[in-house]
T-cell receptor
Framework: DAKTTQPPSMDCAEGRAANLPCNHS???????VYWYRQIHSQGPQYIIH???NNETNEMASLIITEDRKSSTLILPHATLRDTAVYYC???????????FGSGTKLNVKP | DSGVTQTPKHLITATGQRVTLRCSPR?????VYWYQQSLDQGLQFLIH???????AKGNILERFSAQQFPDLHSELNLSSLELGDSALYFC????????????FGQGTRLTVV
């Protein structure tokens, strides 16, 4: 599985967009980018995933660079409840193992 | 609510003992994964079962074992427990293959004293 690199922590003001970067320079053509978050000690929560096109759902947007070596998760209007550790994962299609890295601790401040 | 149920939520036991953690996947999901998260640590992949068969092993100790039953629920057995086994244990499930996300349960917090 390709490795991912994320900043250990980031701050964001409430109501502003939170942009969380992820580097996955060794990603292979058949690997998807997934984002999960973990609020305190709860079970990780699925956010979004994509292969090469940008994706958007009710929670967030995922922007993947054209060379697929990096991506950005965008929370358009961060709230205090978005304070969590955000994990970027790359996973081979049809291969269900998820490896979690260290993640980014996002602190949303009032 | 992810639809994945883990029991018990909390478990306190003594060193040397054996415990069983249970996971009921979302309805229809064939894959079950187990993860361990020690205090302030990341999630460590332990093992993956698909429709009753072991598919992948991660950093799972020999003292630990798992199985998935015909009704697709899974159990993680931890034996000869040590203080260092104290952790959150998460189960996740996903549907068969393909481009699917995994949904996590709320975990079992194991404390070994």
């Amino acid at each position: 599985d390709a490795k991912t690199t994320q900043p250990p922590s980031m701050d964001c003001a409430e109501g502003r967009a939170a942009n969380l970067p992820c580097n996955h320079s060794t990603i292979s053509g058949n690997e998807y980018v997934y984002w999960y978050r973990q609020i305190h000690s709860q079970g990780p929560q699925y956010i979004i995933h994509g292969l090469k096109n940008n994706e958007t759902n009710e929670m967030a947007s995922l922007i993947i660079t054209e060379d697929r070596k990096s991506s950005t998760l965008i929370l358009p209007h961060a709230t205090l409840r978005d304070t969590a550790v955000y994990y970027c994962i790359v996973r081979v299609y049809n291969f269900n193992k998820f490896y979690f890295g260290s993640g980014t601790k996002l602190n949303v401040k009032p | 609510d992810s639809g994945v149920t883990q029991t018990p939520k909390h478990l306190i036991t003594a060193t040397g003992q054996r415990v069983t953690l249970r996971c009921s996947p979302r309805s229809g999901d064939l894959s079950v994964y187990w993860y361990q998260q020690s205090l302030d640590q990341g999630l460590q992949f332990l093992i993956h079962y698909y429709n009753g068969e072991e598919r992948a092993k991660g950093n799972i100790l020999e003292r630990f074992s798992a199985q998935q039953f015909p009704d697709l629920h899974s159990e993680l057995n931890l034996s000869s427990l040590e203080l260092g086994d104290s952790a959150l244990y998460f189960c996740a499930s996903s549907s068969q293959g393909g481009n699917t996300e995994a949904f996590f349960g709320q975990g079992t917090r194991l404390t070994v004293v």
